[in-house]
T-cell receptor
Framework: NAGVTQTPKFRVLKTGQSMTLLCAQD?????MYWYRQDPGMGLRLIHY????????KGEVPDGYNVSRLKKKQNFLLGLESAAPSQTSVYFC???????????????FGPGTRLTVL | EDQVTQSPEALRLQEGESSSLNCSYT??????LFWYRQDPGKGPEFLFT???AGEEKEKERLKATLTKKESFLHITAPKPEDSATYLC??????????FGPGTRLSVLP
């Protein structure tokens, strides 16, 4: 049971380049999330998904796109045209929600450190 | 708009010196308040979830409490291995999660 995994661990991009970050979880969780973490600002929610084929915007969605395809376990975060302001550490998380109850604990991946030059 | 603040920003304790970390929040409707521990270069690790005012939870040297406006993480007789950044987060009924900036705790031997 690997929990939540993220690839790659590190990446350096030039302004304008594109890339996709992959998040995978093996806990059969319905909910998945993408956050960015910047010094002094805490974790900020970019996009999230409440199930296969569904996505929604979080607090800071601009410049990012996401997809949750047929494989419920995977959640992709895309940067179409990277900007220096997107230099950050990106964390993926997943959680299980009991029907009619509160969303359960979020389990986080190890993070991807992205630098945009 | 949901908001979470944490104080102090950083805290240095001697081993065995008990203290408390504060998390103050404003939220449209609280679905849950979460405490996480984060070590350098790693993802946050879950500690506690609190759902309603008056609730308390304990784990080893840590105890989390919740009121209608704030939560406290009490650390009793801390050890150097408790050194980490402690994050507080709230979830509202709109599925929104808001994290505080964290408190950086250092426990000196």
């Amino acid at each position: 049971n690997a929990g939540v995994t993220q690839t790659p661990k590190f990446r350096v991009l030039k302004t304008g380049q594109s890339m996709t970050l992959l998040c995978a979880q093996d806990m059969n969780h319905e909910y998945m999330y993408w956050y960015r973490q910047d010094p002094g600002m805490g974790l900020r929610l970019i996009h999230y998904s409440v199930g296969e084929g569904t996505t929604a915007k979080g607090e800071v969605p601009d410049g990012y796109n996401v997809s949750r395809l047929k494989k419920k376990q995977n959640f992709l975060l895309g940067l179409e045209s990277a900007a220096p302001s997107q230099t950050s550490v990106y964390f993926c998380a997943s959680s299980y929600s009991r029907a009619g109850g509160p969303v359960d604990t979020q389990y986080f991946g190890p993070g991807t450190r992205l630098t945009v030059l | 708009e949901d908001q979470v603040t944490q104080s102090p920003e950083a805290l240095r304790l001697q081993e065995g010196e008990s203290s408390s970390l504060n998390c103050s929040y404003t939220v449209s409707g609280l679905r849950g308040l979460f405490w996480y521990r984060q070590d350098p270069g790693k993802g946050p690790e879950f500690l506690f979830t609190l759902y309603s005012a008056g609730e308390e939870k304990e784990k080893e040297r840590l105890k989390a409490t919740l009121t209608k406006k704030e939560s406290f993480l009490h650390i009793t007789a801390p050890k150097p291995e408790d050194s980490a950044t402690y994050l507080c987060a709230v979830q509202d009924y709109g599925q929104n999660f808001v994290f505080g900036p964290g408190t950086r705790l250092s426990v000196l031997p």
